[in-house]
């Protein structure tokens, strides 16, 4: 499906699950380099960027909602820039995208659009993007403190498992957005060549890209530092276990032992009457109170 804008001398084409004949007629329109036009008819494994006459390339990586999705997975957007049209091609609906698709199209009919080139649009989306991206972001962050509120309240075992998730959910974060640094700063530099006077003003997106790269890694310290503190109180809560299932198995190896002793066939006499079994039980009972004596002056309980 094929979308088109346009305000003044600038065109913006978006292409939802690009066909043959739509990208046939994108070559024939804006004479785009024939490489590309395949790349916009399938995914790419990875970012890349390339320029070629007068535009730029590129094919970004997305996470798309990460702290509401159980498996977390990519959005790919290809961009092609020059500098009186864009076009922007995916395989899936993007709320972004369609949001300010909505908000261009009244700029249009209003005739107050502000863009020059197409990328000016290719900022603008980008800005829209990591700022979603932030928002996510932040509900990560709220999901890691209720984590860390169940961690305080004694359920240590149940979050090992919520931690794990938390923690894959951000490297897949990062890992979507590892390119976009290198892939920004190439769109600067050919950004000069392409567009000259009306070369955009890239700080914009760069703050907000450093925004994102900031929350990312808050959030990626806080569960680290979560992990440990987790991992420390079930050390500790083992340890605890462990000490009281040595004492038991202490305490009651011996006191097993006498009883088996003084029950026997050739113990003495004494034990063998009719009050020998309660004989046998004070005894016990007796070496036990000794026992948690013991225990105590040791301070082992």
Sequence with gaps: ???????KHLTWVDIENPTGDDIAELVKKFAIHPAWAQELTRPTERARTETHDHAFYAALHYPDHPSRMQESRDIEIDFIVGTDFIITSRFQPI???LDFSKQFSVAEKLDHGDFKTGSDIFLAINNRLYQGLREELELL?????????????GNEFGMVHAISHLHRRILDFKQSLRSH??????????????FGKHKPDADAIYREYFRVENAL??????????????DSLLTAKNNEVTKKLTLMAFVTFPL????TVLAAHNSPAIFQG?????LIIGILVVLFILMQIYFVYKKWI
């Design 256 to 259: 097993t032992l006498v009883a």
């Design 181 to 194: 640094k290198v892939i920004l700063n190439s769109f600067e530099i050919q950004a000069d060549k392409l």
């Design 217 to 230: 890694e808050n959030n990626r310290e806080l569960i680290r530092e979560l992990r440990e503190t987790n």
């Design 95 to 97: 709320d972004t995208i």
């Design 274 to 278: 009719h009050n020998g079994f309660w």
């Design 1 to 7: 499906m094929i979308t088109t804008h346009t305000s």
């Design 141 to 153: 962050r709220k999901e890691i403190k209720k984590i860390e509120a169940e961690i305080f309240q």
